[in-house]
């Protein structure tokens, strides 16, 4: 079993920056790569950015790229969501998940497990 604790969420103007964490905890999972996905009212939860646990590489969707970097922390056991210049667009709820065998990060269904989600809100 994997425990998931995001945070770091809040409320933000347009512009500004928030990182949030991604804690991990209840067993060694150096080997799982890890995602940040997002989820807006009304819309589907979308994949934003994804890490190798030890091999780090990462993956960023287009709308990201540039303003978003996606970090680990492996002796905390942690993975970290550096975000810049936040747009009213970017307001969602933001989960990280993670699991063996994550060969599409994009995909949802490749994840065995989940955190609470964290709140991002961006004001303008």
């Known amino acids: 079993q994997v425990q998931l604790v995001e945070s770091g969420g809040g409320l933000v103007q347009a512009g500004g920056s928030l990182r949030l964490s991604c804690a991990a905890s209840?067993?060694?999972?150096?080997?799982?790569?890890v995602g940040w996905f997002r989820q807006a009212p009304g819309k589907e939860r979308e994949f934003v950015a994804g890490?190798?646990?030890?091999?780090?590489?990462?993956y960023c969707e287009d709308s990201v790229k540039g303003r978003f970097t996606i970090s680990r922390d492996n002796a905390k056991n942690t993975v970290y969501l550096q975000m810049n210049d936040l747009k009213s667009e970017d307001t969602a709820v933001y989960y990280c998940?993670?699991?063996?065998?994550?060969?599409?990060?994009?995909?949802?269904?490749?994840?065995?497990?989940w955190g609470q989600g964290t709140q991002v809100t961006v004001s303008s």
């Open positions: 890490v190798t646990w030890t091999g780090g590489n990462t």
């Open positions: 209840g067993r060694s999972f150096s080997t799982y790569g």
């Open positions: 998940a993670t699991g063996p065998r994550i060969y599409y990060y994009p995909s949802r269904a490749q994840y065995s497990y």
